[in-house]
């Protein structure tokens, strides 16, 4: 790129559609999605956006000595957990056998996003999914670099901004209802949360009360992520259904885009 750009990474369709959906908002900036899978660049084309690939960057140039170093660490550290009967079962299973390749790739991957910020005019990254460790990494080396960085989540609510490290300077939430999430429940930090959601996509607001007649539930992809779909939809519908029809609502269920069955 001869310009400043912002760097978008994006694995699915979803992220890219509702990134871009932000760079309609901002026609004087340029954005660079790169995408990691074929998923990310289906989505309508806006004329401040450029589309390639991560594997343009890719190479095998990464440091054998660091790979070394972590696979040897790696084998000590699974000798002192088959002490542990589960996990010795889980490693018997041949589960653990897959940890090394990880690894391996994780060092192509983060030197590809490297050649990135190395070779583009990167000037801050827009992220819509930093729990996706191939979408993660720019944020790190961004964050690294000194380079600015701004999240949203693709989705309704991301259950696991309770659980990660947040590396972004700011984070976009798209309604109300998910920065009080971010802020109530998550416990981020007022500074760095940013009430805007895309302008194309921005609900209606609903001011009656008695207009509200639905309960959701925005299920997860449980069955991709090998879950026991069955038991958690018999733990959750019933109870859900009840309070629904005790407050003279509907139930209804939002399927994640992987659920199938």
Request: with cysteine.
């Amino acid at each position: 790129s001869r310009r400043s750009v912002v760097l978008i990474p994006s694995a699915y369709t979803n992220v890219s559609r509702m990134a871009v959906e932000y760079a309609r908002m901002l026609p004087e900036q340029s954005f660079m999605l790169v995408a990691t899978r074929r998923g990310g660049t289906l989505f309508d084309s806006v004329p401040n956006v450029t589309v390639t690939h991560l594997g343009a960057y890719a190479g095998d140039t990464y440091s054998a000595r660091e790979s070394a170093f972590i696979l040897n660490a790696w084998e000590k550290l699974r000798q002192e957990l088959n002490n542990v009967p589960e996990l010795k079962m889980l490693s018997r299973l041949g589960t653990m056998d897959r940890f090394a390749k990880w690894f391996r790739d994780g060092f192509a991957v983060r030197d590809a996003w490297g050649r990135v910020l190395d070779r583009e005019p990167i000037q801050a990254v827009l992220c819509g999914d930093d729990s996706n460790t191939v979408t993660r990494l720019p944020v790190l080396l961004a964050r690294s670099r000194g380079l600015p960085s701004v999240d949203f989540h693709h989705g309704a609510l991301d259950g696991r901004y309770q659980l990660k490290d947040l590396p972004s300077d700011s984070y976009l939430a798209k309604s109300e209802m998910e920065q009080d999430y971010l802020l109530r429940v998550c416990h981020l930090d007022q500074s760095r949360v940013i009430l805007g959601g895309p302008a194309r996509q921005r609900a209606q607001a609903i001011s009656d009360s008695t207009e509200k007649t639905t309960v959701v539930l925005f299920s997860e992809p449980y069955e991709a992520l090998g879950q026991r779909a069955e038991e958690i939809y018999r733990e959750l519908l019933p109870p859900l259904s009840s309070v629904a029809k005790a407050n003279g609502r509907r139930l209804l269920i939002k399927l994640h885009p992987f659920e199938s069955l």
